[in-house]
């Protein structure tokens, strides 16, 4: 039986939001089979528990944001691609602001928590959404599919007409394992343009961006004097966020995702599209480690 993972122990850091620059308490926690990933607001008097799922997005503007009854968690994607990066289903997340902290804009400091805590096995199968037939979300921003496939692989292109992503490969395509997302998907970070900045900020957006949680571009080059992590960063941080924003579903997928021009907005009206279209896909449960996409076996004697 493929089973459901939660953590073996508590964790906790401190950071600052990416758009709100305010300093965020962040603690995961493992929690029951069946749980499901719970954001709780515990500044708040009764705190406020909102579990993610594609009808609770409520706003998509440069992050994926959370809302029940007037009360957010914003800029979640990074620590829900980390989770279904490593096959979490059941996890409390506690936090003490509206936003996820940025850490360093990737997943990694995620992985690298998770990991810490160490993943914990559950008697519980685990619950996979299989793809029966192609479902489709476009507008004028772009396009989003799901498509049948005996895995899990995602693809993403990009079209930035700016000369450092121009140098770079702006298509990918991954057939995942909790390996290959670790070393080839996770460390991608959040991009923007210094032309941005001033417009973002007049939104209350991007308060706490800087050089150590973004790569940042003027109007020719990456200014950030590391350079990238990879030579495909971008493309690879928008297929980071897809994956994140897919586990909104609150499920893994078994099938194919591909996104041209995606972004969060697309990404989940194309998850309440699958959802109106009941005949698309089903819910599975797998007897066999053999038959299930490589990231929901991973190594666990690794990730322990």
Known sequence: MLAQRTLQSIVKTVGI?????????????????????????????????IKAMPKSVGETVLSTTLIKDGVKVSTIEHLMSALAGLGID???????????????GSAAPFIFLIQSAGIETQASAKKLVRIKSPIRFENQAGWAELTPYEGFKVSFEIDFN???????????????????????????????????????R???????????????????KVLNKDGLRYDDEFVK?????????????GYGIIGAYHGHKSGHAINN???LELLKNENSWEVVTLTSDEKAPQLYVGNHAQLA
């Not at 939001?17 to 515990?42: D, Q």
């Not at 209350?204 to 940042?216: C, D, H, S, Y």
């Not at 941080?237 to 579903?249: E, Q, T």
């Open 17 to 49: 939001g990416l758009h709100s620059g305010k300093r965020v308490n962040l603690t995961l926690r493992p929690a029951p089979p069946n749980t499901g990933i719970i954001f709780t607001r515990v500044d708040l008097v009764p705190a406020v528990e």
């Open 269 to 271: 009206l194309l998850l």
């Open 162 to 200: 700016h000369p450092a992503v121009n140098d770079t490969k702006q298509v990918l395509e991954h057939d995942l394992s909790i390996e290959s997302y670790n070393s080839e998907i996770s460390r991608a970070r959040t991009f923007g343009f210094m032309t941005d900045v001033e417009k973002l």
């Open 90 to 104: 059941n996890i409390y997340v506690d936090l003490n602001a509206a936003e996820i902290p940025i850490m360093d």
């Open 237 to 249: 941080h928008k297929m980071l966020d897809a994956i994140g924003d897919l586990y909104v579903l």
């Open 202 to 220: 007049s939104m209350n957006l991007g308060l706490g961006g800087n050089f150590g949680n973004a790569v940042v571009l003027d109007e020719y």
